[in-house]
């Protein structure tokens, strides 16, 4: 696991754009999942002679299937408005991490084989072959893109590259070229049903301990329920809560909410992972297949209510996907979704996401806080890329910023935000999303990190900040890691429920 | 002279063909592809007038573009809207008698011709002096520039340097419009801007300037945030509830 050595880039008091650096990146590749990992998702063990043929095909079924990658890999105009929007790229220079060339890797073997242009003219247009070289540069490069988003604000077409990385990914995945980390957890799911392999017997240990700790803590009852029929919510939430810290100091803090607003509740031992690996790899069936885990546990559980708890990814999967997937939503009218939207109250959003069900509860009086108990903190927010740019809290557009945020308000008394080029629609990403969150791709998370980090640095020294909230897993796993990379305490990070958890009154 | 005329008509004839066909195959291409997913970039608008209102600012205004980078909004917006004008101006030459707006447009079309030249001229000039810019363009791109800017040009050229017999080109156009080919003055400068033109109607429904039908249909932009309210289904992905 020794990754090379690399320096930590220094943080600048102001942004500033690198210069290019050709090939600065080029060796940055994730560990490649054994035959064992891939069969058991269902994928080839390896990569087999053919499987430039094979390749293609997959592309062409691709570009049938999915509007977007057809339309990008045609519209895009090389105009630069992305090249400088990309954290691997601010943080590397490598120019292959700007969006527009990690797209042109798969563009111009779309144009080399499904155009006429790059049929007959492939020089003028940058049409290549897909040689093993275009093969490792795809691996390299659809690996260093953590699909945040952020390119796509910017584009003046829309072209999201995080499209490209997924179709991209599919395709390696096709012919037997699989990433280990992303693979292998959703083997986990699964098999065991969450993406830590957390075996039910042990989660429920854990969730006895954190009733033990909370009435020490509280010296109130505060309730950690699994598998309970008849309750009225489902908490769908990341695994990491129920063991990483400080995700758990968030779990302990739904659980305070639903304990002072009197919402009966209760976790799936069966759906016990919000997080879904098979958005990342870009692969359909397997999003539909985790996702139906959170179905079934639903309808066997008889539950009104579908919640989400902290997690960016697994937020864009439930607030946008879900419906489409498996008809957790509304608006059904085929019997598959009505089946489970007759159990459903109509009254309340599905899925909410636990900021929702929270703010609610607070506009309606419901929850009391002693606001000085977070009076230690000085707080700032960092918007995690796919609650930001791939979905939406409450009625309002833009309301995943307001919410999250004014909670925040609501339970403590200090709060600056960081610059605003730096958050809601242009928050930066971690630098650990879309599947990066891995060891061996630790320099590519450090670097990415650099954005954010000179935001923050910012208004550490400017304004006393000494903790940011957020509402992602891996957004809190990712900087536990790198913060102290860049000279900050690892406990700077934490949840938005992890500040209502110290001051709500129970 | 008849040859000439000859020549220049199935040119025009041919382009007319190749560019509507092209771009009529390629978009019910992107027409009949699904979009199987709600990918919108939010924040979003929620309805269907909301996304008609962020498309159109889109459009006309280049929103996104404008977030990104000021110096490539404003030559790429100038340039866009100034051959809006060119072109408007130019209906005239398929027209008798001619539209008011078309003949009040006149004055404005003639003089967008330096803005149009001036745009293409910002937006070359970021491909060799921004490094990141000048990394990811490629030949097509430089030619793609080269030849509006020819165009451009050219026409400026006779509007303002050596006119040309105006009023035959007009009668050669009107006439391919009839099928019945008349005179084509065999003015060098004319030849080339007429060529180019029909060159990049050649050109258009296989290269990036796919861009403009292509905005419509981009997911990102043109869907609306309404997931949780409605099921948004694909044919392919519905098949798979029946099983």
């Known amino acids: 696991m020794a990754a090379a050595k690399f320096e930590t880039p220094a943080l600048k008091p102001y942004p500033v754009i690198p210069l290019i650096a050709e090939g600065a990146m080029a060796h940055s590749k994730p560990f490649v999942a054994p035959a064992k990992i891939q069969e058991a998702v269902g994928f080839p063990g390896e990569l087999t002679e053919g499987w430039e043929q094979r390749a293609v095909a997959k592309m062409g079924e691709l570009l049938d299937k999915y509007r977007s990658l057809r339309v990008y890999m045609d519209a895009c105009v090389h105009c630069g408005a992305c090249s400088d929007k990309c954290h691997y790229f601010l943080g590397t220079g490598d120019p292959k991490n700007m969006p527009v060339a990690r797209q042109d890797l798969m563009r111009g073997v779309y144009r080399r084989y499904f155009t006429f242009a790059g049929k007959h003219f492939p020089k003028l247009v940058g049409a290549v072959d897909l040689t093993k070289e275009v093969l490792d540069d795809w691996w390299s490069y659809y690996n260093q893109c953590s699909e945040c988003r952020r390119c796509s604000v910017f584009c003046p077409y829309g072209i999201d590259t995080a499209e490209v990385t997924m179709a991209a990914r599919e395709i390696m995945d096709s012919v037997g070229l699989g990433q280990k980390y992303a693979n292998e957890i959703i083997g986990k799911v699964h098999r065991i049903g969450n993406n830590l392999g957390i075996p039910e017997p042990a989660l429920a240990d854990t969730l006895a301990g954190l009733e033990e700790d909370t009435k020490d803590d509280t010296g109130v009852d505060v309730r950690f329920p699994m598998d309970e029929k008849g309750a009225e919510v489902l908490l769908v939430t990341p695994s990491a809560d129920f063991f990483s810290e400080p995700h758990v100091e968030s779990l302990i803090g739904y659980a305070k909410v639903f304990h002072a607003a009197g919402i009966s509740w209760t976790l799936s031992s069966k759906a016990s992972e919000a997080g879904n690996f098979g958005l990342f790899i870009g692969n359909y069936e397997q999003l539909r297949t985790i996702a139906l885990r959170i179905r079934e546990a639903a309808l066997e559980l008889g539950v009104k209510r579908i919640v989400v708890g902290e997690c960016g990814h697994a937020w864009r999967v439930a607030y946008s996907f879900w419906n489409t997937l498996v008809g957790i939503g509304a608006g059904g009218k085929d019997p598959f979704a009505i089946e489970l939207q007759n159990q459903l109250d109509p009254r309340h959003k599905q899925p909410t996401h636990i900021c929702e069900l929270t703010y609610d509860l607070i506009q309606r009086g419901a929850l009391k806080f002693d606001k000085e108990k977070n009076d230690d903190r000085i707080i700032t927010f960092h918007d995690s890329c796919n609650v930001a740019r791939a979905s939406r809290m409450g009625d309002m557009p833009g309301g995943q910023f307001v919410i999250p945020r004014e909670i925040i308000k609501a339970v403590a008394n200090n709060f600056h935000d960081m610059a605003p080029g730096t958050i809601c629609e242009s928050t930066f990403c971690c630098g650990g999303g879309g599947g990066l969150l891995t060891d061996d791709l630790m320099e590519l998370r450090v670097k990415g990190a650099l954005p954010r980090m000179e935001a923050l640095k910012n208004v550490v020294d400017g304004h006393g900040v000494n903790f940011m909230a957020t509402i992602c897993a891996i957004c809190k796993a990712q900087f536990s890691k790198v913060l102290p990379y860049y000279g900050f305490d690892m406990s700077l990070v934490g949840g938005v429920h992890q500040l209502v958890s110290k001051a709500i009154r129970l | ?243």
């Not at chain 2, 600012?57 to 060119?86: C, D, P, Q, Y």
């Not at chain 2, 005179?183 to 050649?202: K, R």
């Not at chain 2, 043109?222 to 044919?235: F, G, I, M, S, V």
């Open chain 2, 1 to 243: 002279m008849q040859a000439l005329a000859i020549g220049y008509a199935l040119l025009f004839y041919a382009a007319t063909a190749l560019f509507v066909v092209g771009v009529a195959v390629k978009i019910r291409g992107y027409a009949r592809t699904p979009a199987p997913l709600k990918i919108p970039t939010t924040p979003a608008p929620t309805t269907t007038s909301g996304v008609a209102l962020r498309m159109t600012r889109e459009v006309v205004f280049f929103e996104s573009l404008f977030k990104s980078n000021k110096w490539t909004w404003i030559f790429g917006w100038m340039f866009h809207g100034a051959l809006l004008l060119v072109l408007l101006r130019h209906v005239r030459y398929f027209q008798e008698p001619v539209w008011t707006p078309i003949v009040f447009v006149q004055f404005f079309g003639t003089y967008a011709g330096f803005a149009m030249v001036a745009g293409l001229a910002g937006l070359w000039a970021r491909r060799f002096l921004v490094a990141r810019v000048r990394y990811i363009s490629t030949p097509s791109d430089h030619l793609h520039l080269a030849l509006l800017l020819a165009i451009g040009l050219s026409g400026l050229a006779m509007r303002f340097v050596a006119h040309t017999d105006i009023v035959a080109v007009k009668a050669f156009m009107l006439g391919l419009m009839r099928f019945s080919i008349q005179p084509l003055p065999a003015d060098p400068v004319l030849l080339v801007h007429l060529g180019l033109v029909a060159l990049l109607m050649i050109v258009f429904p296989i290269s990036k300037l796919l861009h403009a039908p292509g905005l419509f249909f981009s997911p990102t932009r043109n869907q609306a945030d309404d997931p949780r309210e409605a099921r948004h289904l694909a044919a392919w992905a519905a098949a798979m509830d029946k099983k």
